[in-house]
């Protein structure tokens, strides 16, 4: 069994249910290594692909790509011989976050920051130039969003970006064709939509960690379903629609491309 934990910010600043302190993710990281084995996102395609290891398997996932991953989360990793995946605004490198009415003037990574990362073991996806939300844009934003950030990673890092992480979990088919045609092999969303149809590639489902999880309900993510991960299920749909109010807010810029 393979799970991709999807993570946002390690922060010991402010209060918000997607900021987890540093004291609490490094407890999250000792359960999950006494639960699972913790596997390096260098060949997570082949985890898709299916993995023939019978004891549960776990990737980590960065959204947004906050500075504090790399000054919080990144020693604890370190030290435990870890490496996860960011998914970087490609726009907002080096800038100080204004796309999320939620988020505070917190900077994002940096090009070195990222490099260092990456030379690290690191894993890279794009996570679009400004973070909207896909399903909201005009034809001609959303290839901009999705191509735009892949060329841009790709030029800076030397090295191909084959994912995209969709801003809310959101998408539906035009994304879904829009993100073929940019070239992507493969989307990462969250139990946010209501999605009938198959899992493909496009489509790999994260499991979010909240700074509310118990240890118990840690456990219960990583493994297979049950009473727990249904609930679990519930209340990570109810915090994605509250996260929503962030597209909402921003939804009559979608129309146009954004000068940067
Ligand atoms: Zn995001």
Known sequence: ??????????????????????????????ILIDETVIVPPSDFQAYL???????PQVMLSFDDGYEEVYTN???????RALAGMVSVVAGYVGKTNSWDIFGGRLRHLGWSEIGDLVADGWYICSHTMTHPDLKRCSDDRLVWELTESKILLEDKLGTEIPAVAYPFG???????????????????????EVWQRPRIPLTTLRIPVYQTDSDALIRAKVKPDGFSKCLDAFKNRTFNKLSLATSFVHRNRYKEIPRF
């Open 73 to 79: 989360a990144y020693p604890l990793m370190r030290e």
């Open 1 to 30: 069994m393979f799970t991709i934990l999807e993570f946002h910010n390690i922060s010991n600043q402010g209060i918000a249910f997607t900021k987890i302190p540093s004291r609490r993710f490094s407890k999250i990281l000792d």
């Open 49 to 55: 692909a299916g993995s023939s290891n019978e004891s």
């Open 170 to 192: 959101r998408f539906n088919m035009r994304v879904l064709k829009a993100t073929h045609q940019a070239g992507y092999r493969i989307g990462f969303t969250v139990g946010a």
